[in-house]
Nanobody
């Protein structure tokens, strides 16, 4: 089956930096894209806002307008890990960040998420 496990969330001051990670196992060879979504209270996980993603084979990066230029998504293929470097953080970046694997076939896989809180 496989799973996604996020880590690295925490509290950061506005303007600060944080890096979160998502370690994938099991279905990684079938991955087309792996990305980050963020949930705010009251939203279900699969209705979260897209933040950033990367195509697993080609490494093409995708960003939401709200984070473009501040966040950087990267991957460590050898360790099947996805990273999100968050710079110039803003209070509105506060959310649960969930990792999502979109396979070449089959259904999406989600991690449980990691809380990121940006204080003003």
């Amino acid at each position: 089956q496989g799973q996604l496990v996020e880590s690295g969330g925490g509290l950061v001051q506005a303007g600060g930096s944080l890096r979160i990670a998502c370690e994938a196992s099991g279905r990684i060879n079938n991955a087309h894209t792996i990305g980050w979504f963020r949930q705010t209270p009251g939203k279900e996980r699969d209705l979260g806002d897209f933040v950033a993603g990367i195509t697993w084979r080609s490494g093409r990066q995708l960003y939401a307008d709200s984070v473009n230029g501040r966040f950087t998504v990267s991957k460590d293929t050898a360790n099947s890990t996805l990273y999100l470097q968050m710079n110039s953080s803003k209070p509105e970046d506060t959310a649960v960040y969930c990792c999502c694997l979109v396979p070449t076939s089959g259904s999406r896989m989600w991690g449980q998420g990691t809380q990121v809180t940006v204080s003003s």
